[in-house]
């Protein structure tokens, strides 16, 4: 089945510090990847879908320019916390859908996520 | 706008008793609508989805779902609850053939011995 690596799964760095997430399709191209942060106890909200070789598309009130999204390849898109705050610690989680597959599927496969804490 | 209501933060159950979680839906278009399940620390697992095929759509581990398009509901099923489904439940939205999936709050499952 379609399997979507993120990295790293655990990080821990202090305020002001950036932060890189990478995830990664290992056996599939993913022309559009979205990433997602998750509060605890609370659901998933969608921060930005992720769309290769184009400027990712933000969701109202997620700050572009504080978490920098690139999509350089079909098989990978990072997410960058710039200048890390404590309120910044959260589970982000990235989903990535199959190009080869047709939009009526809809299916996004989702990484394991990564645990951010600033200090 | 689409979204999605799940009723109850928290459902519990008796080990071999029938499992019921329940989600609402609000969406202009045909929708497509999914469950997925979250382990402690870890990303999502779609348990089944419905995209407009037959309304009762059996999914892994036993669970299965019905699309009720005048009640607005897909609610999630199990007859018999194992430990091992202890676990956050997400029902989720999307418009077909879109791109962004909407989430509901989640209800975490407890499974009683």
């Known amino acids: 089945g379609a399997v979507v690596s993120q990295h790293p799964s655990r990080v821990i760095c202090k305020s002001g510090t950036s932060v890189k997430i990478e995830c990664r399709s290992l056996?599939?191209?993913?022309?559009?990847m979205f990433w997602y942060r998750q509060f605890p106890k609370k659901s998933l909200m969608l921060m930005a879908t992720?769309?290769?070789?184009?400027?990712?598309?933000?969701e109202q009130g997620v700050e572009k320019d504080k978490f920098l999204i690139n999509h350089a390849s079909l098989t990978l898109s990072t997410l960058t916390v710039t200048s890390a705050h404590p309120e910044d610690s959260s589970f982000y989680i990235c989903?990535?859908?199959?190009?080869?597959?047709?939009?009526?599927?809809?299916?996004?496969?989702f990484g394991p996520g990564t645990r951010l804490t600033v200090l | 706008a689409q979204s999605v209501t799940q009723l109850g933060s928290h459902v519990s159950v008796s080990e071999g008793a029938l499992v019921l979680l329940r989600c609402n839906y609000s969406s202009s278009v045909p929708p497509y609508l999914f469950w997925y399940v979250q382990y402690p620390n870890q990303g999502l697992q779609l348990l089944l989805k419905?995209?407009?095929?037959?309304?009762l759509v059996k999914g892994i581990n036993g669970f299965e779902a019905e699309f009720k398009k005048s009640e607005t509901s897909f609610h999630l099923t199990k007859p018999s609850a194992h430990m091992s489904d202890a676990a956050e439940y997400f029902c989720a939205v999307s418009e077909s053939g879109g791109f962004k999936t909407i989430f509901g709050a989640g209800t975490r499952l407890f499974v009683k011995a």
């Open positions: 419905y995209t407009s095929a037959a309304t």
């Open positions: 989903s990535a859908r199959d190009s080869r597959l047709v939009a009526s599927t809809d299916t996004q496969y």
């Open positions: 056996d599939f191209q993913a022309t559009t």
């Open positions: 992720s769309n290769e070789g184009s400027k990712a598309t933000y």
